[in-house]
């Protein structure tokens, strides 16, 4: 752990490696206490660099033995402190030997080598390696990789690294040993090993080039029934990047590891993929839709890192979004091309349009606020987010928005053509999409370098004289930490005009013929004059969300009611839903705070109905026109929060919808059941979220028939997406049958970790949890504070998820948040400094809870012994 002052480090202060490592051989004797590893590095000089010392990163380990081209060094020849190994003197050609002591088994933070459940892994994104051996630990360093590893056979049989298996046998004292080769120059950060006792599934893949590749998916024993949908996904994966960008698995054999223990979702190690369980570990009897659909993206997500990420990696970590924003639409695209139809592609955009706005937009508007790529830091593990992950994928559809997917695709393969094998920028990428379409993608840069979200006001104007229309967007956007005013962005907006009747009207606009334009705002305040228009149009402006933006324009209800009956455009039809429900939930809020009389409108409520009934409508995206607007959501258009007062609106919103439409709810939950055996595909899931949601309205009221309904589900379930549906549902309906449904739910499911975390989730979320209730769920057999995944489902989900409860007039939530945190950043900061993040927006809450925030701020920027991950976030949490 850091306790040293922190250091801010700047993108403008970057300067080229010293020396370069041209291979690189490790050698590992693997003991959960006392790991030796031996490292032989060759290097020379960087004919770029005006670095004369040899810098290697290093942490946590002892310093054994250190040799330059065969000489010892004594301790003259070199300085060594907490974090760093310094050669001063150096010839040009240097082979330096090193031998360093680890502990893994003491390794709380997962960062490094470290032990889960008695087997060895390793995670070294972002810093990690360095808590293995002494190295220039940085991502511009790239080199060849050959690995030795050696352990007891009994109790690690499997040893795995990166690349290809070369040898492996026994060492004939019970030990035996695996010898790895890495073909392709990568950064240390992509370095893995796994010693462990584990089981695999595997098959061999025939290549679109005609090679064949195994592939494997390892997991603890008593896993291996849930493995077949993660390789399929995987099969999928490495077709699809065939087909749609031409890339191939360059490897004879690519891995996939399941651990209980981590940090994040996965990580990407050049053939040696490590991940949580949480995205491997499949069937039907444990896992849901959304856990399914969250399997392929990331398995999606980490095949594609192979190239965008791995064969072209990223400079210096301020790039991160060069390879993370790129993958992440990747495995968007990927996603939604896996469904196959129109309407399914929307509702993964909506999913996503969702996610920005409930994570992404608030981080732009908050004290973290970065750019996509960011411009200092001072803990790099701070800035894995939604703003570097879900933001840049943004930027990078934008481009493909702007350019056409032909252009987008040229320029993807121009980037590979230059930058095979290198560490290189954002700019490079954009260099490469401009110069193979021609585009000035100049201003576009203002996406990397300037933070916030920008907001587009548009205003309109009929002239029935001309048959014109005219739409006149301006731009702005907020100031953030650090940069107060900012330039223009480059925006496409993209655009329909709707008539009377509901049907697109022909767009003739700058040389364009079409039903959907895609306007290129630069300017400040741009007008944009489409002629022929014969009927006054109702806008739909910024169709498919064609920019990570805020639309200002002064809807009324019938324009929206109009656009969320016809709009031909899916998201700006789920969109005018959306601001239909967002107007009422906030004049209720306030009505609340104020003791009115609550009211709901019955337009708002056949407008539902009419959705709700719609067969040409897929069911997936009746789900989500019916979903109202989460909690965090409305905070976020209000400016001072009251918690307490939006619970209630909501709750009131939920109720009077289940009452009103009690009859086309039952009827949608009838006539959506899935019969058969359980198929996690698109239409089946749809049908599934369509019946669930029908039946969480249904108990909302409470009514005995909704009630039952809920119980019987749970009861006959076959699958657990239903059993968890119904489960919560009478959670969050206080049925007095509930807690026997938990009591049951657990039972049942014991033994599977995964499934736990959603039981402990369900009760973190629920209304009626209180905080007592959740110190007596940290007190449950079954709860470790150690386990990522299981501080996530408890601590995280009550933290963040239940903001009626947590944000306690008293606040008694604040403290416990604030004993979290430091609880946390003792064992693993990384974790800690996620949770920190929950208390970031502090000001935007009446002065009383303001108080009792700050308190808990100030508490935890009081510990001495505390993480540069935490200290940042709590630091800029506090300034002003």
């Known amino acids: 752990m850091r306790t040293d002052t922190p250091q801010t480090i700047y993108r403008k202060d970057y300067t080229p490696p010293g020396f370069l490592v041209e291979t690189v051989e490790l050698g590992f004797d693997l003991d959960p206490q006392r790991t030796i590893v031996a490292s032989r590095l060759t290097m020379s000089r960087n004919p770029d660099s005006k670095v004369r010392a040899i810098e290697l990163h290093g942490e946590n380990i002892v310093?054994?033995?250190?040799?330059?081209?065969?000489?010892?060094?004594?301790?003259?020849?070199?300085?060594?402190?907490?974090?760093?190994?310094?050669?001063?003197?150096?010839?040009?050609?240097?082979?330096?030997?090193?031998?360093?002591l680890t502990a893994p088994a003491k390794n709380t933070t997962l960062n490094g080598l470290y032990v889960s459940n008695g087997n060895f892994f390793t995670q070294c994104e972002a810093e990690g390696f360095r808590n293995i051996t002494y190295f220039p630990d940085r991502p511009d360093v790239m080199a060849k990789y050959t690995v030795m590893l050696r352990a007891d056979k009994a109790a690690y049989p499997v040893l795995l690294s990166n690349g290809n298996l070369i040898e492996e046998g026994d060492l004939g004292d019970g030990r035996h040993y695996a010898k790895w080769e890495d073909p392709f120059k990568k950064p240390s950060y992509l370095f893995a090993l796994v010693a462990a006792r584990l089981v695999c599934q595997e098959e061999t893949f025939k290549l679109a080039d005609g090679r064949s590749a195994l592939l494997q998916v390892w997991v603890e024993e008593g896993n291996l029934d849930k493995t077949d949908y993660a390789m399929q996904s995987l099969k999928n994966s490495i077709r699809w990047d065939?087909?749609?960008?031409?890339?191939?698995?360059?490897?004879d054999r690519f891995m996939?590891?399941?651990?209980?223990?981590?940090?994040?979702?996965?990580?990407?190690?050049?053939?040696?993929?490590?991940?949580?369980?949480?995205?491997?570990?499949?069937?039907?009897?444990?896992?849901?839709?959304?856990?399914?659909?969250?399997?392929?993206?990331?398995?999606?997500?980490?095949?594609?890192?192979?190239?965008?990420g791995n064969r072209v990696t990223c400079r210096d970590w301020f790039q991160l979004s060069l390879k993370e924003g790129l993958t992440v639409f990747r495995d968007q695209e990927f996603s939604a091309d896996m469904i196959g139809t129109d309407s399914g592609r929307a509702v993964t955009r909506i999913d996503q349009?969702?996610?920005?706005?409930?994570?992404?937009?608030?981080?732009?508007?908050?004290?973290?606020?970065?750019?996509?790529?960011?411009?200092?830091?001072?803990?790099?593990?701070?800035?894995?987010?939604?703003?570097?992950?879900?933001?840049?994928?943004?930027?990078?559809?934008?481009?493909?928005?702007?350019?056409?997917r032909e252009l987008f695709r040229k320029g993807m393969d121009l980037y590979f053509e230059r930058h095979d094998g290198q560490a290189v920028t954002c700019d490079d990428f954009r260099a490469a999409m401009a110069d193979a379409s021609g585009r000035d993608l100049t201003q576009f840069e203002r996406w990397y370098s300037q933070a916030g979200t920008p907001v587009v006001r548009a205003e309109g104007r009929y002239d029935a004289d001309s048959l014109t229309y005219e739409l006149t967007l301006t731009q702005r956007c907020p100031a953030t930490p650090g940069q107060e005013n900012k330039l223009p962005f480059h925006i496409p907006v993209a655009v329909g005009l709707l008539g009377a009747d509901g049907s697109d009207l022909h767009l003739n606009v700058d040389g364009l013929d079409a039903v959907t334009a895609v306007l290129?705002?630069?300017?400040?305040?741009?007008?944009?004059?489409?002629?022929?228009?014969?009927?006054?149009?109702?806008?739909?402006?910024?169709?498919?969300?064609?920019?990570?933006?805020?639309?200002?324009?002064?809807?009324?209800?019938?324009?929206?009611?109009?656009?969320?009956?016809?709009?031909?455009?899916?998201?700006?039809?789920?969109?005018?839903?959306?601001?239909?429900?967002?107007?009422?939930?906030?004049k209720l809020t306030a009505a609340v705070a104020k003791g009115d009389t609550l009211e709901l409108d019955t337009t708002f409520i056949e407008a539902l109905r009419k959705i709700l009934a719609d067969e040409s409508l897929d069911a997936a995206f009746r789900e989500q026109a019916l979903l109202l607007p989460s909690e965090s959501m409305i905070a976020d258009q209000m400016d001072v929060v009251n918690p307490q007062a939006i619970h209630q609106a909501r709750q009131f919103v939920r109720r009077t919808i289940g009452e009103a439409l009690q009859v086309d709810l039952r009827a949608q939950y009838d006539a959506n059941q899935t019969p058969g055996a359980y198929s996690p595909d698109a239409l089946s899931a749809g049908r599934r979220g369509l019946k669930n949601l029908a039946l969480a309205y249904l108990a909302s009221t409470s009514s005995e028939e909704g009630i039952a309904l809920a119980q019987a589900q749970f009861d006959s379930a076959g699958n657990m997406t239903d059993r968890v549906a119904a489960l919560g549902a009478l959670i969050h309906a206080g049925a007095?049958?509930?807690?026997?449904?938990?009591?049951?739910?657990?039972?049942?499911?014991?033994?599977?970790?995964?499934?736990?975390?959603?039981?402990?989730?369900?009760?973190?979320?629920?209304?009626?949890?209180?905080?007592?209730?959740?110190?007596?769920?940290?007190?449950?057999?079954?709860?470790?504070?150690?386990?990522?995944?299981?501080?996530?489902?408890?601590?995280?989900t009550f933290c963040v998820g239940n903001p009626s409860q947590f944000h306690a007039p008293d606040g008694s939530g604040y403290a416990f948040w604030a004993e979290q945190v430091i609880a946390l950043d003792a064992l693993n900061p990384q974790v800690a400094s996620r949770l920190a993040r929950s208390m970031d927006r502090w000001r935007r809450y009446a002065p009383a809870l303001q108080a009792h925030m700050k308190k808990a701020l100030q508490k935890v920027a009081g510990v001495k012994k505390l993480s540069n991950d935490v200290r940042e976030v709590v630091s800029k949490s506090l300034a002003n």
């Open 63 to 100: 310093l054994v033995a250190l040799r330059m081209n065969g000489k010892t060094l004594s301790k003259r020849d070199y300085r060594l402190d907490d974090k760093m190994l310094v050669i001063p003197e150096a010839p040009d050609e240097v082979t330096l030997e090193i031998e360093t």
């Open 242 to 251: 065939e087909e749609r960008f031409g890339l191939e698995l360059d490897l």
């Open 256 to 308: 996939i590891v399941a651990v209980g223990d981590f940090n994040m979702g996965a990580m990407e190690n050049k053939g040696l993929n490590i991940f949580n369980t949480k995205f491997v570990l499949a069937n039907p009897r444990v896992a849901t839709d959304i856990d399914y659909a969250g399997i392929e993206a990331v398995v999606g997500h980490e095949y594609f890192h192979n190239w965008t």
């Open 353 to 404: 349009v969702r996610t920005l706005r409930q994570a992404q937009f608030p981080e732009d508007a908050g004290p973290m606020a970065h750019p996509v790529r960011p411009d200092s830091f001072v803990e790099i593990n701070n800035f894995y987010t939604v703003t570097v992950y879900e933001k840049g994928a943004e930027v990078v559809r934008m481009y493909q928005t702007l350019l056409g």
């Open 520 to 586: 290129e705002l630069t300017e400040a305040t741009r007008t944009f004059r489409f002629s022929g228009v014969k009927e006054a149009p109702t806008p739909s402006i910024l169709r498919d969300f064609s920019a990570p933006v805020v639309l200002e324009y002064d809807y009324t209800d019938t324009e929206l009611l109009h656009l969320f009956s016809h709009d031909s455009d899916p998201v700006n039809r789920w969109e005018a839903g959306q601001r239909l429900a967002m107007a009422r939930l906030l």
């Open 736 to 796: 007095a049958s509930a807690q026997a449904a938990l009591q049951a739910f657990y039972a049942d499911f014991d033994n599977e970790a995964l499934v736990i975390d959603k039981w402990f989730a369900m009760q973190a979320s629920a209304p009626a949890t209180g905080l007592a209730a959740v110190r007596a769920l940290m007190r449950h057999a079954a709860f470790n504070i150690k386990n990522p995944n299981r501080a996530r489902s408890l601590v995280f």
